[in-house]
């Protein structure tokens, strides 16, 4: 815990700093944890912000295996930060699945039966003007993002990834993002190529879709 609090206050810093600076912090990883001091610094920045939490698990979990701080329990530190909207979720425990009847959370899973665009709205409807993305990469299907520590099948193709930040950049401010749980070992080099194509095409959308 020692070290890890020590990770999450050093990012809590540096993206305090970045956003003073005027400039919208961009974090690549590795482990997913590294949401929570970015959140943490934006959340004093911008009260209001929202997190909308893209990823194949729910990560609500209280604690998993002796730790308070690991990857299955992410969104769960974000919620006691601001609210989180979750996209893509397809893999939960029944505990998580239990807390999620209970406090009504937005969880939206995948595949949907609506269309894309509809689900897009959806996800939109439940964030306020201002929020934080965190993408782990196992929201996509394992066909195109084998690289990934925790692959579940039926995920997001490319086009249906980018259809949805798409909508949600041209409607909300993005003051700050993630894309996360990149593990090269795991996969074919083509992964990382998609990951870096993925990091460079929502850079873009944030700095010219979002409104101001």
Known sequence: LSSMGA????????????????KTPVLLGGEHTISIGAVSALARRYPDIAVLYLDAHGDLRDEYMGTRWGHASVARRLMEVCPVAHAGVRSLSADEQRLISEANLPVHLWPSDAPLDEYAEKLIGDLPPTIYISIDLDVLDPSIMAAVGTPEPGGMLWHDLIQILR?????????????????????????????AKLAYKLMGYVSTLCPS
């Open 167 to 195: 909508h949600v950049c041209e409607a909300k401010r993005v003051v700050g993002f993630d894309l996360v749980e990149l593990s090269p070992a795991e996969g074919p080099e083509a992964c990382a190529y998609t990951a």
């Open 7 to 22: 990770l999450i206050g050093q990012v809590d810093r540096l993206t305090t700093q970045v956003s003073s600076d005027g």
